[in-house]
């Protein structure tokens, strides 16, 4: 996979950004992988936000996000979006896709195979 996140950018306290995460080279589709969305803040240990399972569409949410968040997909684009509402400034990080292709996920974030770069999310309160 080649993941690329974007959407990021500036927000304030309790707006909305969506977040997208694109595989370049489109193996998503039709894949049983796990797709998930973790964040870190510098000085801070990498944290678990969301997955979603391919082939079911099942989905797991951190509590800090869960009822704000929501992760899905779209698997003609090979795609995965996370639109994050009700923003906090606790949310402030850089956000980053992983895939997990034998199928797994979970929230640990050396299960997955795959790492985008990253998209900066900055909410202002």
């Known amino acids: 996979a080649q993941l690329v996140e974007s959407g990021g950018g500036l927000a304030q306290a309790g707006d909305s950004l969506r977040l997208v995460c694109t595989d370049s080279?489109?193996?998503?589709?039709?894949?049983?992988?796990?797709v998930g969305w973790f964040r870190q803040d510098p000085g801070k240990a990498r944290e678990f936000v969301a997955s979603i399972n391919w082939r079911d569409d099942s989905t797991d949410y951190a509590d800090s996000v869960k009822g704000r968040f929501t992760i899905s997909r779209d698997n003609t684009e090979n795609t995965v979006y996370l639109q994050m509402n009700s923003l906090k400034p606790e949310d402030t990080a850089v956000y980053s896709c992983?895939?997990?292709?034998?199928?797994?996920?979970?929230?640990?974030?050396?299960?997955?195979?795959?790492w985008g770069q990253g998209t900066q999310v900055t909410v202002s309160s």
């Open positions: 992983a895939v997990d292709y034998a199928g797994y996920g979970g929230r640990n974030f050396e299960i997955y195979d795959f």
């Open positions: 080279r489109r193996t998503l589709s039709d894949s049983h992988c796990v």
